[in-house]
């Protein structure tokens, strides 16, 4: 059975998340993470994108991201390719690295883009990986839109 049609998103802000299949980890170690953060930073450049907040967990990932409709998508799908393909060079495996097709909510009031930020960023303290959400080094919510000039780099990485 095909799967059903991802319904069209309107240009705006998101909150997405994806999982590894089985909830398996998608990144391994701190190597992982890096290459993850380099992909997504060439992915704000190419599509456009405004990333106001991430988390990188063992077996999943979030993102607040604002994006046009057509970006979101096509930038969604190129980070999950190239990610899943880097990581299965990496430890000799083949197959889906991600459960499924990314998930995206809709971001509709200033209330909500501070409310997801907050969650996206504390998501390690729920989990009980850390005491405050600061002292998780694969989280953050500093950083910027794409220039003309370029993105700078020092903002996708501690």
């Avoid at 069209?8 to 398996?24: E, N």
Wanted: a positive charge; charged letters at 20%; hydrophobic letters at 40%.
């Amino acid at each position: 059975m095909a799967r059903q049609l991802r319904s069209d998103l309107p240009d705006g802000f998101y909150h997405v998340t994806a999982r590894g299949v089985a909830r398996a980890p998608v990144f391994l170690d701190d190597r992982d993470r890096r290459t993850f953060l380099s992909l997504l930073a060439d992915c704000v450049r190419r599509f456009h994108w405004c990333c106001y907040a991430f988390c990188l967990m063992g077996n999943h990932y979030h993102l607040v991201l604002e994006s046009t409709r057509v970006h979101l998508s096509l930038g969604m799908k190129r980070l999950n390719a190239v990610h899943a393909q880097c990581f299965n060079i990496r430890y000799g495996r083949s197959g889906h690295l991600f459960g499924s097709r990314f998930a995206a909510a809709v971001i509709d009031s200033e209330e909500y883009l501070e409310t997801a930020c907050l969650y996206v960023i504390s998501n390690p303290v729920r989990a009980g990986l850390c005491a405050r959400a600061a002292d998780w080094p694969w989280a953050a919510t500093r950083w910027r839109r794409a220039s003309t000039s370029g993105v700078d780099e020092h903002t996708f990485a501690r």
